[in-house]
C-alpha cells in the first residue's frame, strides 16, 4: 500500500519554510526521499533508517517518527532550486531478502513551487 | 556516477502494437526496477528484477512482461499497447543499499 503524502502541493515565497508529511500504514524500517525536478529523473536526497538520526541535505532536513508511522520533509529557507515533486518512499528490513530487490513503494508525490 | 539510460525519451505507438522499452545501468547493480508515474498517483511499481533472468512482479503488472538477459539491461514489454498504458516510464537501479537511481524517463503516448 502506498504511503500518503500531504499536502499534495504547497507554493512557497523564497525564503519561507514547509513541512511534507509521509504517512504510512504498516510498520516503517526506512524513508527514502527523491526530489524530481520538471522533465528530469528523481533524484535522491535522504534516507532514514528506524532508530537512526534526523538528515540534513543543504536546508532540507527530514524526521522519522516511528510510533506515528511517518516522516516529514523540511524545506528551510526555501530557495527558488527547492522547486519540484517530492517523493517518499518507503522500504523494507534493509533487504535482506534478496527476492526483495530492495523495493521501495513511492508516495503520490508532493509538488513544490518556489517563487521569487 | 550511477549512469542509467533509458532507450527513447518519446514514443508514439498505435494500440495494439508491441512496444519494448530497455533501460541499462553500468554500475554493475543487482536490482533493477520499472515504474509508470501518473499524475497524482506518483510512481507505481511494475516489475523489478533481483538478478539475471530472475523478476518480480511489483503493483501493477497487467498488461507488461520484463526481460532481463544480461545484468545492465532490463526490457519492459507491452505485448498489445493499449491508450491507458499513455504515461511516463522510469527506470531505476539499485546495489545492495535501497538508494535508487533512475533514468530520465521514457514518455509514452499510445494512440
Known amino acids: 500500500q502506498q504511503p500518503v503524502q500531504s499536502p499534495q502541493a504547497v507554493i512557497l515565497r523564497e525564503g519561507e519554510d514547509a513541512v511534507i508529511n509521509c504517512s504510512s500504514s504498516?510498520?516503517?524500517?526506512?524513508v527514502h526521499w527523491y526530489r524530481q525536478k520538471h522533465g528530469e529523473a528523481p533524484v535522491f536526497l535522504m534516507i532514514?533508517?528506524?532508530?537512526?538520526e534526523q538528515k540534513g541535505h543543504d536546508k532540507i532536513s527530514a524526521s522519522f517518527n516511528e510510533k506515528k508511522q511517518q516522516s516529514s520533509l523540511y524545506l528551510t529557507a526555501s530557495q527558488l532550486s527547492y522547486s519540484g515533486t517530492y517523493f517518499c518512499?518507503?522500504?523494507?528490513?534493509?533487504?535482506?531478502?534478496?527476492?526483495?530487490?530492495?523495493?521501495?513503494?513511492f508516495g503520490g508525490g508532493t509538488r513544490v513551487l518556489v517563487k521569487p | 556516477d550511477v549512469k542509467v539510460t533509458q532507450s527513447s525519451r518519446y514514443l508514439v505507438k498505435r494500440t495494439g502494437e508491441k512496444v519494448f522499452l530497455e533501460c541499462v545501468q553500468d554500475?554493475?547493480?543487482?536490482?533493477m526496477f520499472w515504474y509508470r508515474q501518473d499524475p497524482g498517483l506518483g510512481l507505481r511499481l511494475i516489475y523489478f528484477?533481483?538478478?539475471?533472468?530472475?523478476?518480480e512482479k511489483g503493483d501493477i503488472p497487467e498488461g507488461y512482461s520484463v526481460s532481463r538477459e544480461k545484468k545492465e539491461r532490463f526490457s519492459l514489454i507491452l505485448e498489445s499497447a493499449s491508450t491507458n498504458q499513455t504515461s511516463m516510464y522510469l527506470c531505476?537501479?539499485?546495489?545492495?543499499?535501497?538508494?535508487?537511481?533512475f533514468g530520465p524517463g521514457t514518455r509514452l503516448l499510445v494512440l
Open positions: 528484477s533481483y538478478d539475471v533472468k530472475m523478476k
Open positions: 531505476a537501479t539499485s546495489g545492495s543499499s535501497e538508494t535508487q537511481y
Open positions: 518512499g518507503t522500504g523494507g528490513r534493509g533487504g535482506m531478502i534478496k527476492a526483495a530487490g530492495n523495493k521501495l513503494t
Open positions: 532514514l533508517l528506524k532508530g537512526g
Open positions: 504498516k510498520a516503517l524500517y526506512s
Open positions: 554500475m554493475d547493480h543487482e536490482n
